[in-house]
C-alpha cells in the first residue's frame, strides 16, 4: 500500500511527517484486508478544549467498502498508542467483513438472535470488537405509534428525558424520519435520508 492511497489530514494540530509514516507503516501491515477498500482517511486531531487532558489526541480512521463504512476512533494522551490500538481494532473490524463477505453481499442472509427477556438484553457481552462467533442480538423490540413531527430541540429533550442514547423522530423540518444520537465526545448528531429517499 502507498501513501499516496491513504488520504491523511490533520485537524487542529501542525502535519508531521513522523505520524504519516507510522500510520502508513501500520496499516501497510493491513494491506490483504485492505484490497478491498474503495477510499481510507486518517484523521489526527487534537481539541483545544482538552489540551493537558488525558484524552488531548485522537485519531479516526474510515474506510469504505462496497457494502459498507468501517469506522475507527481512538483518544488518548499519546498519538502513537492512539494508532496501534485503533489499526488493531480496524484489523479485527476488516477480519469480520472479509469473514461476512457472503452475507454483505446477500449469497447468505444475516442473523440476529432475539433476547430470550428483557434482562438478557443488559448482560455485558464479552469483548465485542473479538467478533469470534459473535451474532447480534436484539434486546427490546419497541413499535412507535406516534410519530408527529419534531422539531430538532424538542427530539432531544424528549431522549433526554427518557434517558437515552438515541431517538428516532419524524423531523419537523424536512418530514423525514431522522435518528438523533448522542456523541461520546459532548453534543449529538443527526442522522437524516439523503433528498429523493
Not at 98 to 121: H, N, Q, R, T, Y
Amino acid at each position: 500500500m502507498l501513501e499516496k492511497d491513504i488520504r491523511i489530514s490533520f485537524v487542529g494540530m501542525d502535519p508531521t511527517e513522523p505520524l504519516k509514516k507510522y500510520v502508513v507503516e501500520k496499516l501497510s501491515k493491513k494491506e490483504s484486508l485492505l484490497n478491498q477498500a474503495t477510499s481510507i482517511e486518517v484523521f489526527f486531531k487534537q481539541s483545544r478544549f482538552t489540551k493537558g487532558v488525558d484524552y488531548d489526541f485522537r485519531v479516526d480512521i474510515n474506510v469504505k467498502l462496497p457494502e459498507t463504512l468501517i469506522r475507527v476512533e481512538e483518544t488518548g494522551s499519546d498519538m502513537y498508542v492512539n494508532i496501534d490500538t485503533a489499526v488493531e481494532v480496524l484489523g479485527r473490524r476488516l477480519s469480520r467483513y472479509s469473514d461476512m463477505k457472503e452475507v454483505w453481499i446477500g449469497e447468505k442472509p444475516w442473523k440476529v438472535l432475539e433476547a430470550e427477556s428483557e434482562l438478557e438484553a443488559f448482560v455485558e457481552e464479552d469483548e465485542v470488537d473479538d467478533y469470534v462467533d459473535y451474532t447480534p442480538k436484539i434486546g427490546k423490540r419497541k413499535i412507535v405509534e406516534d410519530m408527529s413531527p419534531l422539531e430538532e430541540g424538542e427530539a432531544i429533550e424528549r431522549m433526554e428525558m427518557a434517558g437515552y442514547d438515541q431517538y428516532l423522530f419524524r423531523s419537523k423540518k424536512s418530514g423525514k424520519i431522522s435518528m438523533l444520537y448522542r456523541r461520546k465526545n459532548g453534543g449529538y448528531g443527526l442522522v437524516e435520508p439523503k433528498e429523493g429517499i
